[in-house]
């Protein structure tokens, strides 16, 4: 636009001064070298404005035919982009289907074209992986781990894959290291903590809840669960490194709230009483079931292979004066009868006991205390009554 104007202008002064001085057009001489070159001064005034139009012009034309040829060459590139980007949908949608052959072809054939290369290599690792070829998997991960900004989306990916070969120190090793630089990833989080129970890591795992907690990772709940086979999963481990009295040892470590806790103190009694430390086990089971009856911990009391039984009947006998309808106390101490052969005590207070609750197991017990007493008959309609229940879910 500017061109034109500064040409009109051009050609509007010379119109001026032509017709201020017609008649008088004036002389111009020109020397070059040997050469010269004479024009009158308006004649000299044509020759520039249409010197000046013929190089706007020509700068028109090329600036034209350029812009044409980078209109295609983009018309050609978008093209070429839109078809991949188009390829790389339809094989995530085969991967979702589970057609990972089919998936991978479709997302590397264009991915060159692409304008996030990353993610069509991430797509053909995991058809790879769902194919299971490792070599395959591991060389798309490369290529995407070449992209800019890859490493996180490239080692995420990488550690859900080892994950899911069960190969779980190698997505601990994966998955520590990029936590230095990306200590908040929840999805990084979430993978540490399945890490953490596969290896039984339990204090780092312990140590991770509270941020999972802090990112809705887990309920209270679930975290009160995870801290209970945390520290579960610490006793087994001194029990197994340090014997019994390392157990104990380690649980006199424990906060006063956490030794309170039934299911934390139903595994420390298991594993006293394989560690053969019976006694120590009736002690802790007597002076908790005190002060919080719990099924699971009467359970335990039968398996305990104390030398005398007495004191354990005689605390079992004690509960069940003050509480005549703790049906767990029955079936406790009916086992206990059952072991020194008193067949119709036991069997009194299985009975008793089923007529609080049903139970497989104390109709198990009942069946053998009646075979144990010649009660034929009625041994074998307990049993079919046990096998009626074996489906159902056990009453508590």
């Given at each position: 636009?500017?061109?034109?104007?500064?040409?009109?202008?051009?050609?509007?002064?010379?119109?001026?001064?032509?017709?201020?001085?017609?008649?008088?057009?004036?002389?111009?001489?020109?020397?070059?070298?040997?050469?010269?070159?004479?024009?009158?001064?308006?004649?000299?005034?044509?020759?520039?404005?249409?010197?000046?139009?013929?190089?706007?012009?020509?700068?028109?034309?090329?600036?034209?035919?350029?812009?044409?040829?980078?209109?295609?060459?983009?018309?050609?590139?978008?093209?070429?982009?839109?078809?991949?980007?188009?390829?790389?949908?339809?094989?995530?949608?085969?991967?979702?289907?589970?057609?990972?052959?089919?998936?991978?072809?479709?997302?590397?054939?264009?991915?060159?074209?692409?304008?996030?290369?990353?993610?069509?290599?991430?797509?053909?690792?995991?058809?790879?992986?769902?194919?299971?070829?490792?070599?395959?998997?591991?060389?798309?991960?490369?290529?995407?781990?070449?992209?800019?900004?890859?490493?996180?989306?490239?080692?995420?990916?990488?550690?859900?894959?080892?994950?899911?070969?069960?190969?779980?120190?190698?997505?601990?090793d994966t998955l520590t290291t990029l936590r230095h630089n990306y200590p908040s990833n929840t999805i990084l989080l979430n993978l540490l903590k399945t890490v953490y129970i596969e290896l039984k890591l339990w204090e780092p795992l312990i140590d991770l809840l509270p941020?999972?907690?802090?990112?809705?990772?887990?309920?209270?709940?679930?975290?009160?669960?995870?801290?209970?086979?945390?520290?579960?999963?610490?006793?087994?481990?001194?029990?197994?490194?340090?014997?019994?009295?390392?157990?104990?040892?380690?649980?006199?470590?424990?906060?006063?709230?956490?030794?309170?806790?039934?299911?934390?103190?139903?595994?420390?009694?298991?594993?006293?009483?394989?560690?053969?430390?019976?006694?120590?086990?009736?002690?802790?089971?007597?002076?908790?079931?005190?002060?919080?009856?719990?099924?699971?911990?009467?359970?335990?009391?039968?398996?305990?292979?104390?030398?005398?039984?007495?004191?354990?009947?005689?605390?079992?006998?004690?509960?069940?004066?003050k509480d005549s309808d703790n049906a767990d106390a029955h079936s406790a101490l009916a086992q206990f009868y059952l072991r020194n052969e008193k067949w119709q005590e036991a069997q009194s207070h299985l009975e008793h006991a089923l007529s609080l609750r049903s139970k497989?197991?104390?109709?198990?017990?009942?069946?053998?205390?009646?075979?144990?007493?010649?009660?034929?008959?009625?041994?074998?309609?307990?049993?079919?009554k046990a096998l009626t229940l074996i489906s159902e879910p056990e009453a508590s």
């Open positions: 636009m500017f061109r034109f104007v500064f040409l009109f202008a051009v050609l509007g002064v010379g119109l001026f001064l032509g017709t201020q001085y017609s008649g008088q057009q004036g002389y111009v001489l020109i020397s070059i070298a040997n050469k010269t070159i004479e024009m009158s001064v308006n004649t000299l005034v044509i020759f520039i404005i249409l010197t000046l139009a013929a190089l706007f012009g020509l700068e028109f034309i090329i600036k034209k035919a350029l812009r044409a040829s980078s209109t295609t060459w983009n018309w050609f590139s978008v093209r070429k982009l839109k078809r991949s980007r188009r390829y790389t949908n339809e094989g995530i949608i085969k991967l979702l289907e589970g057609d990972f052959k089919l998936a991978e072809k479709k997302v590397t054939r264009w991915a060159n074209h692409h304008d996030m290369p990353l993610l069509c290599y991430l797509v053909a690792s995991e058809a790879a992986q769902g194919m299971g070829n490792a070599k395959q998997r591991d060389h798309y991960l490369s290529l995407a781990a070449e992209q800019a900004d890859s490493t996180l989306a490239v080692e995420l990916t990488r550690a859900k894959q080892q994950m899911h070969d069960h190969d779980y120190p190698a997505a601990f941020k999972l907690l802090k990112y809705k990772l887990i309920t209270k709940e679930e975290q009160a669960t995870l801290v209970q086979k945390a520290q579960c999963g610490i006793l087994h481990e001194v029990a197994t490194q340090n014997g019994s009295e390392g157990l104990i040892n380690q649980w006199n470590t424990l906060p006063r709230k956490t030794k309170s806790d039934s299911h934390l103190i139903e595994c420390f009694a298991k594993l006293l009483i394989s560690r053969q430390a019976d006694n120590e086990a009736f002690t802790l089971l007597k002076e908790t079931l005190k002060k919080q009856p719990s099924p699971q911990l009467y359970s335990l009391l039968p398996k305990l292979k104390l030398q005398d039984s007495h004191p354990v009947v005689t605390f079992l006998e004690g509960i069940i004066i497989v197991s104390d109709y198990g017990y009942l069946s053998e205390a009646l075979e144990k007493q010649n009660l034929t008959k009625a041994a074998h309609e307990v049993s079919k």
